[in-house]
């Protein structure tokens, strides 16, 4: 089993009423997790060295910040950590950075790291330090926060709460904020989708499964015809003379109509990225 460094912390408000709060510092096996977005701060000393590959930087890193650990020093060790999974997403750094944000009270930014830690290989007794931490957080924020499962289809989408990235993603169990809360998934490829919640602690949220829809690219038309013409796209008729829209983009076919002066004609017309402007006023045929 790996080595467990624990750090005993009263520093909530329970513990002056005699509960102890427990901070632990896991050193887990050198296992990934998924890559999250992190906004992590790199000072000097906080990079990878020259030829040093991403995993062994993160996991020099980690030590580091585990001695600060040692040392007290919980924000300094807060920044080596978050550091570390800047470079690369280790199981044990994920878990120190929701053990840091927790032991300096950042309790609803400490929830998303310790729920990804369960996803790690974990053995009995380590489980029980997360699920703890896990609890505690939980009691913290019992009277201002409700905690939901959010998943989407496809999975592995990204959650915003409030206009705020969490770190990891679908499915996942998220803090929610009593009140109105927005909660935004996206992920390429696909529109994202904003549910809009209000809740409160007699009526707190319900768990969200979110579909998401592929995200077809499209483009601002114009398309112009000769006077009076009928127009036409792709065999649907849209207007007369001038049409404004948005199309799909890649190709269509465009149809004007026939007037006292011209025939019906048709093109074919590409449509790409950006305003696309198709101008057949002038065609007499």
């Known amino acids: 089993m790996p080595d467990l460094l624990i750090h005993w912390n009263s520093a909530n408000k329970r513990a002056r009423r005699g509960v102890v709060v427990l901070c632990g510092v896991l050193l887990l096996a050198g296992s990934a997790l998924a890559p999250a977005p992190l906004h992590a701060q790199t000072n000097a000393g906080n990079e990878a060295r020259p030829g040093e590959p991403p995993d062994r930087a993160a996991e020099r890193l980690n030590e580091e910040g585990k001695k600060l650990v ?50 790690a290989p974990l053995d009995p007794r380590q489980r029980e330090i997360v699920i703890n931490h896990l609890e505690n957080v939980s009691k913290q924020l019992e009277m201002s926060h409700a905690i939901i499962l959010v998943e989407s289809n496809p999975p592995g989408a990204t959650i915003a709460l409030n206009g705020k990235e969490l770190p990891f993603p679908t499915p996942m169990r998220v803090l929610v904020p009593f009140g109105e809360t927005d909660i935004t998934v996206s992920t390429p490829g696909f529109k994202a989708q904003t549910v809009v919640l209000h809740s409160s602690r007699v009526d707190p949220p319900k768990d969200q499964k979110i579909h998401l829809d592929r995200d077809e690219p499209d483009a601002a038309v114009s398309v112009r015809c000769p006077s009076g013409a009928d127009v036409f796209i792709d065999g649907q008729m849209f207007g007369f003379e001038l049409v404004r829209m948005r199309l799909l983009i890649g190709p269509h076919v465009v149809r004007c109509g026939k007037t006292e002066k011209t025939s019906a004609f048709e093109r074919a017309v590409q449509v790409r990225a950006g305003p696309n402007a198709f101008e057949f006023s002038n065609v007499t045929k």
Do not use: C, W
């Open 70 to 119: 040692a040392a007290g020093k919980y924000e300094d060790a807060l920044e080596k950590f978050r550091a570390s999974l800047k470079l690369f997403p280790l199981s044990n750094a994920i878990f120190n950075v929701g053990s840091m944000l927790y032991t300096l009270h950042v309790y609803d930014e400490s929830h998303p790291y310790l729920e990804q830690t369960l996803r």
